[in-house]
């Protein structure tokens, strides 16, 4: 079964300042991997995804996520943080984008700004 | 596009009631509904799989007579807790499957409180 780990529970950062969150995932073939964000009370909001091709993966609001298979991981990153960063985020692996196969996701990583 | 609408967003029900929670694709067709639990500060648990004019699927340890899944149609899937107590208080998340490539929409959330 495959399993996400995200090492940082809580992250603060200064606005401007770049930002980087990690995520490894163990599964034993090619993952689909996922960003999503989360504003307190909300849904989420997916901010890019890696179904396969080039590794280095660009999403919405200036974020972006490099695929390392060595490394098995898919972190995170804006070189930029805004005050409207501040959420929490979730990096999430599934087994297939077809129909039907479900996410596993992370434990989280909140983000605080700072100004 | 590609909008998920659940309500309600919020409800609070005394202990011993039923609440319904319904989630609406609005411009797309979702065969697959994924139904997900959120415990403050915590990552999201599947709860079940329903696939349109089927039954459920339960993760192990969620009980299916207590979270009644309908998935009547392929724009609607509906979660009822029944017999609703206390530790059933979280905030309940639905995502819809879009199909191959096209990745998860999830709903906005219902925090449910039950006193």
């Known amino acids: 079964a495959q399993s996400v780990t995200q090492p940082d529970i809580h992250i603060t950062v200064s606005e401007g300042a770049s930002l980087e969150l990690r995520c490894n995932y163990s599964?034993?073939?090619?993952?689909?991997l996922f960003w999503y964000v989360q504003s307190p009370g909300q849904g989420l909001q997916l901010l890019l995804k890696y179904f396969s091709g080039d590794t280095l993966v660009q999403g919405i609001k200036g974020f972006e996520a490099e695929f390392k298979r060595s490394q098995s991981s898919f972190n995170l990153r804006k070189p930029s943080v805004h005050w409207s960063d501040a959420a929490e985020y979730f990096c999430a692996v599934g087994v297939s984008p077809a129909a039907g196969n479900k996410l596993t996701f992370g434990g989280g990583t909140r983000v605080l700004v700072k100004p | 596009g590609a909008v998920v609408s659940q309500h309600p967003s919020r409800v609070i029900c005394k202990s011993g009631t039923s609440v319904k929670i319904e989630c609406r694709s609005l411009d797309f067709q979702a065969t697959t509904m994924f139904w997900y639990r959120q415990f403050p500060k915590q990552s999201l648990m599947l709860m079940a799989t329903?696939?349109?004019?089927?039954?459920?699927?339960?993760e192990q340890g969620v009980e299916k007579d207590k979270f009644l899944i309908n998935h009547a149609s392929l724009t609607l899937s509906t979660l009822t807790v029944t017999s609703a107590h206390p530790e059933d208080s979280s905030f309940y998340i639905c995502s819809a499957d879009r199909g191959p490539g096209g990745g998860y929409t999830f709903g906005s959330g219902t925090r449910l409180t039950v006193v």
């Open positions: 599964y034993g073939a090619t993952p689909y």
């Open positions: 329903s696939n349109e004019g089927s039954k459920a699927t339960y």
